[in-house]
């Protein structure tokens, strides 16, 4: 089955510097790379995902890109603000029209530092 | 609109009983998933259900987890004679049948087994 690894587990920033957070996946099948984020107490919340079809996509600071050859997927931050600390989570889907179920990375907890 | 909603928001219950939560999908979504968040820790898929399809429960613990889903709308996890190790944020997530791969997270029941 899918194995997704995600590093580094916990990343401290000085606000307005980057921000990567790294995937790998195991499966060359999955073809849906999610990324959510959750903030303390909250419930995860989709922030940008991208498919095995597309190297890279950006959502204003936020941009995800996507190695199928090497099975990694990165989620970069820039210009990052303290409102952008929260436990970030990839995941990775061999999902169709109809879904599978997702299997999610451990999570890495971003700190912003003001 | 609604999001998904998900009762109790807490549950505490002794070791040993029997406990039922429930999950609201959004109206329309015919894909439901529950997963658990044990504390500081990733997301643990559960359970999938899609339409009338059989659901995919390749994700459950163990034999005292059970879910259902009546009426292809509302779903309820069971889990019976609890254990201190089924601790954890029990989440819901939703989605359309034609982007099955874009779930909606509910706010989660936490549950503490004393």
């Known amino acids: 089955g899918e194995n997704v690894e995600q590093h580094p587990s916990t990343l401290s920033v000085q606000e307005g510097d980057s921000a990567v957070i790294k995937c790998t996946y195991s499966?060359?099948?999955?073809?849906?790379f999610p990324w959510y984020k959750q903030e303390l107490g909250k419930r995860p919340q989709l922030i940008i995902d991208?498919?095995?079809?597309?190297g890279e996509k950006k959502d204003q600071r936020i941009a995800v890109t996507l190695n199928k050859t090497a099975k990694h997927f990165s989620l970069h931050i820039t210009e990052t603000q303290p409102e952008d600390s929260a436990v970030y989570f990839c995941?990775?889907?061999?999902?169709?029209?109809?879904?599978?179920?997702?299997?999610f990375g451990p999570g890495t907890r971003l700190s912003v530092l003001p | 609109g609604a999001g998904v909603s998900q009762s109790p928001s807490n549950k505490v219950t002794e070791k040993g009983k029997d406990v039922e939560l429930r999950c609201d999908p959004i109206?329309?979504?015919?894909?439901l998933y529950w997963y658990r968040q044990s504390l500081g820790q990733g997301l643990e898929f559960l359970i999938y259900?899609?339409?009338?399809?059989?659901?995919?429960k390749s994700g459950l613990p163990s034999d005292r987890f059970s879910a259902e889903r009546t009426g292809g709308s509302v779903s309820t996890l069971t889990i019976q004679r609890t254990q201190q190790e089924d601790s954890a944020v029990y989440l819901c997530?939703?989605?359309?049948?034609?982007?099955?791969?874009?779930?909606?997270f509910g706010p989660g029941t936490r549950l503490t087994v004393t």
């Open positions: 997530a939703s989605s359309f049948q034609d982007r099955a791969y874009e779930q909606y």
């Open positions: 499966d060359s099948a999955s073809n849906y």
């Open positions: 991208i498919r095995s079809n597309v």
């Open positions: 995941a990775a889907s061999g999902a169709d029209n109809y879904g599978q179920n997702f299997v």
């Open positions: 109206s329309g979504h015919t894909a």
């Open positions: 259900f899609q339409g009338n399809s059989a659901p995919d």
